[in-house]
């Protein structure tokens, strides 16, 4: 991302003027929007109402992926209509791809465990670390990083913090959680909307962040010492940030990492060569069937054949020895056509490592191996690549865990040590469980001598059970 000269303070403490900020925002409404825009409607393949659909007897409807369809399929060039519009099909290989993505990585709860020394003080942050994520929509929030980081190839995570949070008078437990998640929320960033600014000197640290407003041209500038709003190039109202300890209260997550760049690399992009491909390959096929779907008849030498019915039982009677009739149309079979279809569905599934397996639709025998170890090797392609992600969005997690945990500190709500912040992850097996398979894990660890707590963790039936971002919204 571009970036700015610095100076002293600037807007929010970000070191950038509102003439800097308006002129970084311009650049990225210029360069890199309109490729998230491009990427959202490949996933989404919206709809929407068609110019010429009336006038030419078409569709009322056209889809966001006829984008890329060749004009001799769509009628269209330079967005006006110069020819004859062709059977148009669209198959959405890439969103049903992109929610099996997510669903191996949230599909199930992922549980937040405190490093603390202190096992009672480690209880209370995983009780107060639950009630937040919680409170801010727990696996319907991951869920919703993971789809916006794997459309767009990356997610930002914002932290807010209600006034007062200092005066809650926290003097026990429960209150301690009660004021976390009461006056502290974690909002999800679309890319579309957040525009980062970083440090010149090294991309990987944010001096602040700007919102983008859906409507108008309004601007929220996210910056160490304050949160403010900008409207028609002024600064409209400013909030001070007193609990993040000098920080900008914004994490961001990579869906996979991406060296040197800002952005990570997301599902999309890769795919859409192919998309393309596919659908133009599908409405090529579509045209040709339906021109040769219907047989047709060449009569020579009887007289009214044009007024004759063609069906079962007629009969067609002339004089004349030399006539005949002649049968031709009806489709007929191109392997090669079909061999480059079915090419190309196995070029989107090595690309994205989601073969339609993942989605309940098997196409062949696994084979002689137990049901488990099967799926496993057939799926081994989105296990590794689910297991790349963890790394990126497990960091994004326990970063905006420590965040929580130092804004409460600095409010004077929970004090905890640096080191007492720092949480670790436990990701759930996102293949269906063999409950026989993990009662002999558990039972052959036992005997080698694990520790019962240890084994009851990992069964997902510890005592003092520790933050699960599970919770659905409402």
Not at 221 to 241: K, M, N, Q
Request: net charge negative.
């Amino acid at each position: 991302m571009p970036t700015r000269a610095l100076h002293q303070q600037g807007v929010a403490g970000t070191g950038l003027s509102v003439q800097e900020i308006h002129d970084l925002v311009g650049d990225f409404v210029e360069a890199r929007l309109p490729r998230h825009e491009r990427y959202w409607s490949y996933y989404r393949n919206p709809m929407g109402a068609s110019r010429d659909g009336a006038v030419r007897g078409g569709r009322w409807y056209r889809l966001a992926q006829e984008a890329g369809l060749p004009p001799r399929t769509t009628g269209m060039a330079d967005g006006r209509a110069d020819a004859e519009r062709r059977e148009v099909v669209i198959e959405n290989d890439i969103g049903w791809r992109v929610q099996a993505m997510v669903d191996f990585m949230f599909g199930k709860p992922v549980s937040i465990r405190s490093e603390a020394g202190d096992p009672t003080h480690a209880a209370l942050i995983e009780r107060v670390l639950e009630a937040v994520w919680t409170a801010s929509g727990g696996i319907a929030l991951l869920q919703d990083v993971a789809l916006l980081g794997h459309v767009h190839g990356h997610a930002d995570l914002a932290l807010r913090a209600a006034p007062g949070l200092d005066r809650v008078g926290a003097n026990d437990d429960e209150s301690v959680v009660a004021a976390a998640a009461e006056h502290l929320r974690i909002d999800v960033v679309e890319p579309r909307r957040g525009v980062p600014i970083t440090d010149p000197r090294d991309y990987r640290v944010l001096l602040g962040y700007v919102l983008r407003h859906a409507r108008g041209d309004g601007l929220e500038v996210i910056g160490p010492r304050s949160w403010a709003g900008l409207d028609h190039g002024r600064v409209a109202w400013e909030e001070p940030l007193r609990w993040h300890g000098g920080r900008v209260p914004v994490v961001h997550v990579q869906n996979i990492a991406q060296p040197f760049e800002y952005s990570g690399q997301g599902e999309v992009e890769p795919l859409i060569p192919l998309q393309d491909e596919l659908n133009t390959r599908l409405s090529d096929r579509a045209h040709r069937v339906t021109l040769q779907s219907f047989r047709m008849y060449l009569a020579k030498g009887i007289r009214g054949f044009e007024h004759a019915r063609v069906g079962p039982g007629q009969i067609w009677s002339t004089d004349n020895v030399n006539a005949s009739v002649e049968e031709f149309g009806g489709d007929a079979s191109s392997p090669s056509e079909d061999q480059h279809i079915r090419e190309v569905r196995e070029a989107l599934d090595k690309i994205s490592g989601i073969p339609p397996l993942a989605s309940g639709v098997v196409q062949a025998k696994i084979g002689n191996l137990s049901s488990a170890n099967a799926l496993r090797i057939t799926l081994m392609a989105a296990l590794s690549k689910t297991a790349r992600k963890r790394v990126t969005y497990g960091g994004g997690i326990a970063r905006m865990c420590e965040l929580v945990l130092a804004c409460l500190h600095h409010a004077g709500v929970l004090a905890t040590q640096e080191r007492d912040r720092r949480v670790r992850l436990t990701w759930e097996d996102p293949l269906p469980d063999d409950v026989r398979e993990r009662m002999q894990a558990a039972e052959s660890k036992a005997r080698l001598g694990v520790p019962p707590e240890r084994i009851l963790e990992e069964l997902g039936y510890a005592p003092g059970e520790g933050a699960s971002v599970m919770t659905p919204r409402g």
